[in-house]
């Protein structure tokens, strides 16, 4: 397709999605033509064919804007495509969710890590004995920023196998995929920048935002196919984007994993904006299938994307062991290392090597993902029996999570605190959103073996759901 028409297409679908409104002033030309990477005389080609086609009206001395009655598809789009929040205030509730978790006696749905009795603990234990016992005394020095390394080289070499060429000088060890998402932060955005996030995203990557005093876009997601590409590159054009924090494989809490099609596109578009990509991939070694995940990062050649990562979901959360692949950042983020938490626990970094030399992780990890697939499909058929047709199951392959849509006019966190008191926890939509827009959903850990006790503690919920919408239809 020749590239102005490729631009017509483009436009006409963000003027369709409700990205521009009619009397919208358009890009000026060199800006779209910066944006876009087409040259001047293409974009005012493009522009001068939506003009011959009602699309877009121009003005002298006022370049394009939007035609004042142009016809929209979704006369009112589902949400908004891009919403900009100035102050993200989101802790509280979260710290509240997070503090009732405690409870031992829970059935804790809510959960963000896979069921600890899946972590091969023996093995950890005894890694850590020998780690314990053969540790030198030189070891502080050796385990200062960037880290352990055998540890950095053991993490390129298993990146290799997946054919990501990563140099072990690239990777600097966290304490957990947290610091390296806040470090990777730090290290292009400074408090009142703009981030883009997808639209639900991580509650941690909105804790973070509030946390550096950061101003958050965020962008339409589809449960399935995941950030709507169009919107991407309208809040790129609208707002000084400094980065986005993206998730490409098996996204919490919606479960999607981006093509790779997909994942190429991003990479290049935040490219030529010149926007550094965060990108959160902690869950990419808990595949449905035999085949590993690509990454972001392996589409980027110029050092711009930040790939995080840890062993938290694929190993044991307590260890805090994590990374960030960090291209031309590496060296800030190790100073930024250096003047936050100094350096990455020394006998962790060790026990992670022992673990990784001496035991089979790749055994581990292929009857990891079996036991995930097997409960995850557990749990999902049970709520299949159990909920009406006015809730919209997503449990997309791979991961744990699962993300239900309940009819729009509900609050999950009235279900939240209904079966709270039965002692069954679950994370409500509103930890994964600013603007009160999944109030309706819930994301569930699928991770436990459905056991009696689970079993009940998911017909409990199962019931509430019920009841809210029986109650909200007589109303
Ligand atoms: C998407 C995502 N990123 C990062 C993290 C944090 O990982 P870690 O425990 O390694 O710090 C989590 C944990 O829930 C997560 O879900």
């Known amino acids: 397709m020749a590239k102005y028409q490729e631009l017509v297409d483009q436009l006409k679908r963000q003027i369709q999605s409700g990205i521009w409104n009619p009397g919208d002033k358009l890009p000026s030309l060199r800006k779209q033509s910066e944006y876009t990477g087409v040259s001047l005389m293409t974009v005012l080609h493009a522009y001068q064919l939506l003009e011959s086609q009602g699309w877009v009206v121009s003005q002298a001395r006022s370049g394009y804007r939007v035609a004042p009655r142009v016809k929209t598809k979704h006369v009112q789009p589902p949400h908004a495509a891009v919403s900009s929040i100035e102050n993200v205030d989101i802790n509280e509730f979260i710290f509240e969710v997070l503090q009732a978790s405690k409870n031992p006696q829970l059935v804790n749905f809510g959960f963000a890590y896979p069921s600890p009795d899946l972590y091969p603990h023996h093995h950890v234990t005894r890694a850590f004995s020998s780690a314990a016992r053969n540790m030198p005394i030189s070891n502080t020095f050796n385990n200062l920023p960037p880290g352990n390394e055998q540890l950095r080289q053991l993490i390129a070499k298993r990146y290799a196998a997946r054919g990501v060429e990563i140099s072990p000088d690239e990777i600097v060890i966290t304490a957990g995929a947290l610091e390296a998402l806040n470090l990777s932060l730090q290290a292009c955005a400074s408090a009142g920048d703009w981030i883009v996030v997808e639209s639900p995203t991580f509650y941690g990557a909105l804790q973070s935002l509030q946390r550096l005093g950061l101003k958050v876009l965020s962008v339409r997601t589809d449960p399935v196919t995941g950030i709507d590409i169009d919107s991407l590159?309208?809040?790129?054009?609208?707002?000084?984007?400094?980065?986005?924090?993206?998730?490409?494989?098996?996204?919490?809490?919606?479960?999607?994993?981006?093509?790779?099609?997909?994942?190429?596109?991003?990479?290049?578009?935040?490219?030529?904006?010149?926007?550094?990509?965060?990108?959160?991939?902690?869950?990419?070694?808990?595949?449905?299938?035999?085949?590993?995940?690509?990454?972001?990062?392996?589409?980027?050649?110029?050092?711009?994307?930040?790939?995080?990562?840890?062993?938290?979901?694929?190993?044991?959360?307590?260890?805090?062991?994590?990374?960030?692949?960090?291209?031309?950042?590496?060296?800030?983020?190790?100073?930024?290392?250096?003047?936050?938490?100094?350096?990455?626990?020394?006998?962790?970094?060790?026990?992670?090597?022992?673990?990784?030399?001496?035991?089979?992780?790749?055994?581990?990890?292929?009857?990891?993902?079996?036991?995930?697939?097997?409960?995850?499909?557990?749990?999902?058929?049970?709520?299949?029996?159990?909920?009406?047709?006015?809730?919209?199951?997503?449990?997309?392959?791979?991961?744990?999570?699962?993300?239900?849509?309940?009819?729009?006019?509900?609050?999950?966190?009235?279900?939240?605190?209904?079966?709270?008191?039965?002692?069954?926890?679950?994370?409500?939509?509103?930890?994964?959103?600013?603007?009160?827009?999944?109030?309706?959903?819930?994301?569930?850990?699928?991770?436990?073996?459905?056991?009696?006790?689970?079993?009940?503690?998911?017909d409990i919920l199962a019931s509430s759901i019920v009841m809210q919408i029986n109650g909200a239809q007589t109303q």
């Not at 790779?260 to 991939?281: G, P």
């Not at 808990?286 to 110029?302: Q, V």
Request: with cysteine; proline share 3%; aromatic share 8%.
């Open 233 to 458: 590159e309208s809040a790129l054009q609208t707002h000084p984007v400094k980065a986005c924090w993206l998730m490409s494989n098996h996204q919490n809490p919606l479960g999607f994993t981006l093509t790779d099609e997909k994942k190429q596109r991003i990479v290049e578009i935040l490219n030529r904006y010149n926007v550094a990509l965060i990108e959160d991939d902690v869950y990419s070694e808990l595949y449905a299938g035999s085949e590993p995940m690509t990454s972001m990062k392996m589409y980027d050649h110029t050092g711009n994307t930040m790939l995080c990562s840890s062993f938290s979901k694929s190993l044991i959360a307590g260890l805090r062991i994590g990374w960030v692949v960090a291209g031309k950042r590496a060296l800030d983020i190790q100073k930024l290392q250096l003047m936050s938490t100094f350096a990455t626990s020394a006998p962790i970094q060790m026990t992670l090597v022992h673990y990784l030399t001496s035991r089979n992780y790749e055994l581990h990890l292929k009857q990891l993902r079996k036991k995930l697939a097997e409960r995850k499909n557990k749990v999902t058929e049970r709520l299949r029996e159990q909920l009406p047709q006015a809730v919209n199951i997503i449990s997309q392959k791979g991961g744990y999570f699962i993300w239900l849509e309940l009819p729009k006019q509900l609050d999950a966190t009235d279900i939240y605190h209904a079966v709270l008191k039965e002692n069954v926890s679950i994370a409500p939509g509103k930890m994964f959103g600013l603007n009160d827009q999944y109030n309706h959903c819930i994301r569930l850990n699928a991770s436990f073996e459905l056991d009696h006790q689970r079993m009940r503690a998911l």
